[in-house]
Structures are given as structure tokens and as C-alpha cells.
């Protein structure tokens, strides 16, 4: 290692490596950044060490879960990206009822651990997208009229803060930073390395709700905004759908509505009759 890198620990990658194109680059390809050092972290010691190293050599730092960050700022030019994807370790606590995930684990790698242990996750959409960057942005998802957003449900944080040091925020202790972390925390107030939710019960039955309405005319698309609005009022809570008309070279004008029910198909189908 030469001696400008000492001090970092983790996997480094420096524009010399034959995997640097791939590892620098975001969800979104439209941006295109060129970091000094991308520092994949095993651990919070390799975190602390990362965020002291950025101090002592003035090199800015980005942090990166997911990558899925629509404007890139989980990544910039000349700059030391703190990389904590492989940080995916998760456990359950059943007589918690929490789910205690490390700051790099994925929509889709909370949803298939829980799942497997019956229980629900108020996660988002994507795969692919970091829990961490979805839940310290808010976290909007198919089951948040039934559980709230994302952050309503985050019980705990720990993060490595600009000295270095592992701080816990919750309610008690640290409520400023918790309270904020839980819709501005992205990128901006240290490095998340773990997070505790609250799980909802455990569900038996939910129900996937897709229907797509093809070629129809405007005023059908015009209709549909209005009932939308008004259906969502007085809908059963236990509904998310996500609701779009579009008009697509191949379908021409449609709507399409996707989203999940908490509860049986047959419960599910005698409400979207109503
Ligand atoms: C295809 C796609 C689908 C999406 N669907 C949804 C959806 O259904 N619901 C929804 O609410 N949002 C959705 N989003 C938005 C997404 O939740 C945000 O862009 C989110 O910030 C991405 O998180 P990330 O960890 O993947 O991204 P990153 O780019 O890694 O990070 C995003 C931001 O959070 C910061 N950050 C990430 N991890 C940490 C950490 N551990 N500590 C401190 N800061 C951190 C980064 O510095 C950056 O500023 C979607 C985005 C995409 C691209």
C-alpha cells in the first residue's frame, strides 16, 4: 500500500484497479464521477478509519448504501466514497419485535429476511435501493398507508460521526440527531452503520393488486385522476396502490394500478369492486 493510502482499511479501489470503472459507477449512468478512493467497508472500524483518514488528507467524503441516489451524491469527483454495501448483516429479535439491519442492506435483502420469519417490512419499491438511503430520506413504499413511511418505524441509529466515534441516536439519547436522521439523514450527518425498526405483526395473507386499463381516451385518463383522488380518501388503510396514466408507443393511452393489500384476494377484489 503506498503511504498516501495508509490509514484506510477495507477493500481500496483507486482509479489504478481494472475494476474501478464498474465500482465508481451509480444507479444513475446519466452521471458520470470520477472519486479518488472508493473504500469498501467490512467494518465500523473501517468506517471511523475512512471518515479520520478524509480529515488528515482534506479529501471530501460521499457515502454510498445502495448507489440508487437520483443526482449521484453518493458519489463526486476527487473525492473519498465510503462504500458500505457489503455491510449487510441482519438479525431479528422476536420478542422485540426488531429488526436490527447494518447500513448496507438492500430493499430486497430486508424483505426476503423477514418474510422468511412471517413478518411484514415497510420498505420501498426498488430491489436494489439501500434501506439506509431510503429510510434516512423518509421511505415511501406499498406499505406505508397500512404502516407509515419508512423512518416511522426506525427505533434506533448508530453512525460514525465526523471524528470518528460510534454514537447510538434514538428517542433518549441523541433525539436531535434521531429526529433528523429520520427524513434528512442522507449524506449528512455521519455514516449510518446500523439501524433498529420496529416490526409490524406478522401477516399471513397479503394480496399483489395489478390492473392495467390499455387503449382507452383522454377524458377515461381524466376520470380516473378524479375518482383516484377521491377513493384515496375514505380507502381501507391496508391499501397502497400507486396510480398512472401514460401514454406509450406501444399501448397508446393507458392506466395502469399497482400496490399490495394486506389481507385475502377475495377481501382484496370485493374492495376494488366498490
Ligand atoms: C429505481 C428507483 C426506485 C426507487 N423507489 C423508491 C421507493 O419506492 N420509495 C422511496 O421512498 N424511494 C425510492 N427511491 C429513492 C431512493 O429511496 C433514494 O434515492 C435513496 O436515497 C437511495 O438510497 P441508496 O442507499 O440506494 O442510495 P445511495 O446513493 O447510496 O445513497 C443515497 C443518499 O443517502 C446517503 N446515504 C446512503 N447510505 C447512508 C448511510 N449509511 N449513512 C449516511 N448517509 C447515507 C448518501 O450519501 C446519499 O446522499 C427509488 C430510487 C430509484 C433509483
Partial sequence: MNNFLYGLTGDIVTPLDPIYSEARQGFNTAIQQFPLIIVYCATKTDVSNAVIWSRRHCVPIRIRSGGHNYEGYSNGDCTLVIDISQMNDM????????????????????????????????????PTVGVSGYALGGGWGLSCRNFGLGCDSLKEIELINYEGITIKANRENHCDLFWACRGAGGGNFGVIVSMTFNLP????????????YLNVREQEQEEFLYVWQEWLKTADKRITLIGRVYHSSADGLGMLIRGIFYGSAEAAMEMMAD
Fill in 201 to 212: 405483526p406478522k401477516v399471513r395473507n397479503v394480496t399483489l393488486i395489478e390492473i392495467d
Fill in 91 to 126: 438479525r431479528i429479535d422476536e420478542g422485540l419485535n426488531e429488526l436490527i439491519v447494518q447500513g448496507g442492506v438492500t430493499n430486497k435483502l430486508v424483505y426476503e429476511f423477514v418474510a422468511s420469519k412471517g413478518y411484514p417490512f415497510p420498505g420501498g419499491t426498488c
